[in-house]
C-alpha cells in the first residue's frame, strides 16, 4: 500500500480512494468463515465414533464458493476450516488446511463462476477443487509435515469420501437456497 | 474448569495474569512461527523432545489446567502413534532389522524416523496453544492487523471469531428442534446421516444469512468505511519486557540454527 502512494504522481489533494471491501461484504465474509468453522465442529462430532477426521465442512466450502464466488470460497474456506482445526485440537494442520481449503474453495468458485454456474461447471469445480485439497493434504502431510508415506495414504480415502459428501450437499445447499431464498444470495 | 460446554465449542482463552497473557500479542505470533521453524530445523529426536518439553512448560506457565492441556494433545496422540505405527511399515530402508513379516521388514533406523516425527508433529500442534491459550480474540486480530493484515479482512475475522459460538448454538437448537421431530442423527450408515444433516443445514445457513444482513446494516450505520485510513482508540505499544521476550524468541531460533549449520552439531 505504501509503495502504491510513493509512486503515484499527485498524491496532495486527492481524497485516497476507501479501499476495502463493502461493509455488505466484510459482514457476508465473517459469517460465512464462521458458519463454515461451526458446520465443521458440528458436523465433526456425531461423526466421530466411527470414523476420526471426518466432518461436513468441505459442504460450507463448496456453498460458500458456489453461491459467492471464488474469492468467498477462498477466504470463508481457508479461515473457516483452519480456525476449526485450531478449536478442534488438530492445531498442527490448521496451516495446511488453509491453503488446501482455501484453494478448494478459489477452485470451485472460479470454474463454476466461469461455466454460468451450469451443471457440469459446478461438477467440474466440484471435482477439481476436491482434488485439488486432496493432493495438497496428501503432498503437505507426505513431504512438509513428513508423517510418513503410509499415513499421509491412509488420509487420502476419508478425504475422497468427505469431497463426495461435502460436493454434494454443498452443490444441493446452493440449488435450494438459490431456489428458496433468492434474495439472499445476492452478494 | 468446564472449558467445553455442550455445544462441543470450546473457548481456548481464559483470563490470567501471567506473563505470557501480558506480552504483546505480536511477540507470541512470532514465538509460535519461530517455534515451528525450529521444529522443521531439529531433525535430532532428543532436541526435539527438548523442544516439546519447553512447550509444555510454556503451557504450564500459562496455567493451562491439565483438561486443557489434555484438549491440545486429544488430537495429535492419535495422530503420532499412527505415525510411529505406520512408518517403518512403508519404509524397509537401513539395517538392523528388528523383525520380518512376509514383505514387511521393521528396520531400526525407520522406527527412529518415525519416532522424530510423531515429536515434530506435537510440537507443532501443541505450539499454537501457547498462543490460543493466553491471548483474546481482540488481541489476536488487533495484533494480526498491525502486522499487515487489512483492517477490513482484520474485521472480517473478528466478525467470524465472535459469532462462531453464536452459530454453534444456533446449530444446538436446530438439531434440538429436528430431534424432536423424530429425525435420528446418531444412528445409520455415513451417507443417512450426512443426508439428515441437510435438514440441519439449510435452516442454519438461511438464519445465518439473515444476520449476515442485519450486520451489513450495523456496519453501514457505523460509517463504516468512512474515511480510508482506520483509527485506533487503543494503541499497542511494545514495552520494554516484550522487547526482552522478543529477543529471548529470536535467540530460541538462530542459537540452534548457528549450532546446527554453523558448527555442524547434529541437532
Not at chain 1, 483452519?82 to 488438530?90: C, E, P, Y
Not at chain 2, 524416523?113 to 510423531?118: I, L, N, P, Y
Amino acid at each position: 500500500m505504501e509503495s502504491q502512494a510513493e509512486s503515484e504522481p499527485s498524491p496532495v489533494a486527492s481524497p485516497e480512494p476507501a479501499k476495502f471491501v463493502s461493509p455488505k461484504t466484510v459482514a457476508l465474509y465473517g459469517i460465512l468463515a464462521a458458519l463454515t468453522a461451526a458446520i465443521t465442529i458440528a458436523s465433526y462430532l456425531p461423526f466421530s465414533p466411527t470414523k476420526g477426521y471426518f466432518n461436513l465442512g468441505d459442504s460450507m466450502v463448496f456453498f460458500s464458493a458456489l453461491a459467492f464466488g471464488c474469492r468467498a470460497g477462498a477466504i470463508c474456506g481457508g479461515v473457516g476450516s483452519a480456525a476449526a482445526d485450531v478449536l478442534l485440537g488438530a492445531g498442527v494442520y490448521a496451516p495446511v488446511t488453509l491453503v488446501a481449503k482455501g484453494g478448494e474453495g478459489f477452485v470451485a468458485g472460479l470454474i463454476s463462476r466461469s461455466g454460468r454456474g451450469k451443471n457440469w461447471a459446478v461438477v467440474l469445480g466440484i471435482a477439481a477443487g476436491g482434488a485439488l485439497m486432496i493432493t495438497t493434504y496428501f503432498m503437505a502431510e507426505w513431504l512438509f509435515l513428513d508423517v510418513g508415506f503410509g499415513k499421509a495414504l491412509a488420509e487420502v480415502p476419508i478425504n475422497v469420501a468427505q469431497v463426495a459428501l461435502g460436493g454434494t450437499i454443498g452443490a444441493g445447499l446452493t440449488h435450494l437456497i438459490r431456489k428458496s431464498y433468492p434474495s439472499l444470495l445476492k452478494g | 474448569m468446564g472449558c467445553q460446554n455442550m455445544t462441543g465449542f470450546v473457548d481456548l482463552y481464559s483470563e490470567g495474569g501471567t506473563f505470557l497473557h501480558r506480552i504483546d500479542a505480536r511477540v507470541k505470533i512470532v514465538a509460535v512461527l519461530f517455534l515451528s521453524v525450529l521444529a522443521f530445523l531439529l531433525s535430532n529426536v532428543y532436541s526435539l523432545t527438548l523442544l516439546l518439553a519447553f512447550i509444555f512448560i510454556l503451557l504450564f506457565l500459562a496455567r493451562a489446567s491439565l483438561s486443557r492441556t489434555w484438549f491440545a494433545l486429544r488430537f495429535v496422540i492419535r495422530f503420532m502413534v499412527l505415525i510411529v505405527v505406520l512408518w517403518p511399515i512403508f519404509d524397509p530402508s537401513g539395517t538392523p532389522v528388528w523383525a520380518t513379516f512376509g514383505p514387511v521388514k521393521i528396520t531400526e533406523p525407520a522406527v527412529w524416523r518415525g519416532v522424530t516425527s510423531a515429536v515434530r508433529v506435537g510440537c507443532l500442534a501443541c505450539v499454537w496453544y501457547i498462543l490460543m491459550f493466553t491471548t483474546s480474540q481482540r488481541d489476536l486480530v488487533r495484533a494480526l492487523v498491525k502486522m499487515g493484515l487489512r483492517f477490513d479482512f482484520g474485521l472480517a475475522l473478528a466478525i467470524s471469531l465472535r459469532f462462531l459460538p453464536t452459530f454453534s448454538a444456533t446449530i444446538d437448537s436446530i438439531k434440538d428442534a429436528e430431534r424432536a421431530r423424530g429425525m435420528e442423527l446418531d444412528k445409520g450408515s455415513l451417507l443417512k446421516r450426512s443426508r439428515n444433516y441437510v435438514a440441519i443445514l439449510v435452516p442454519t445457513i438461511v438464519s445465518a444469512l439473515r444476520s449476515a444482513d442485519t450486520l451489513s446494516l450495523a456496519l453501514h450505520s457505523r460509517a463504516y468505511g468512512a474515511r480510508a485510513d482506520r483509527t485506533y482508540l487503543r494503541e499497542p505499544k511494545m514495552r520494554r519486557q516484550d522487547a526482552a521476550a522478543l529477543s529471548v524468541v529470536i535467540a530460541l531460533l538462530v542459537v540452534p540454527v548457528f549450532f546446527k549449520f554453523v558448527l555442524g552439531v547434529p541437532l
